[in-house]
């Protein structure tokens, strides 16, 4: 089970922290993903990272301003979101995956999202 937190609404350029904790003990042995969602709009990739947290890819539209980085310690995951625009507003979705992917049918659980919404 992944449950998000850290959503909210805010201000353009300013930053937000996602968390996504996991539950049970094989998390260390899954890639982890970040997908948003805005309204009427298809699911959308946004980073993922490696089991160890050595390797990461981001979208081209939050590169450079997003980083994803995990404690497998403490099963979490975090998106650390910095210099927030409008175009950033999205639920957005933490998910594990036994690959490293930008592909969403790749990745086998899901959480229920949280809602992040930049206002300029």
């Known amino acids: 089970q992944l449950v998000e937190s850290g959503g909210g609404s805010v201000q353009a350029g300013d930053s937000l922290r996602l968390s996504c904790a996991a539950s049970?003990?094989?998390?260390?042995?899954?890639?982890m993903g970040w997908f948003r969602q805005a309204p009427g709009k298809e699911r959308e990739f946004v980073a993922a990272?490696?089991?160890?947290?050595?390797?990461?890819i981001y979208a081209d539209s939050v590169k450079g301003r997003f980083t994803f980085s995990r404690d497998n310690a403490k099963n979490t995951v975090y998106l650390q979101m910095n210099s927030l625009k409008p175009e950033d507003t999205a639920v957005y979705h933490c998910?594990?995956?036994?690959?490293?992917?930008?592909?969403?049918?790749?990745?086998?659980?899901w959480g229920q999202g949280t809602q992040v919404t930049v206002s300029s």
């Open positions: 998910a594990a995956a036994l690959v490293l992917s930008m592909r969403p049918d790749e990745y086998a659980v």
């Open positions: 049970g003990r094989a998390f260390s042995f899954y890639n």
């Open positions: 990272i490696s089991r160890s947290g050595t390797a990461t």
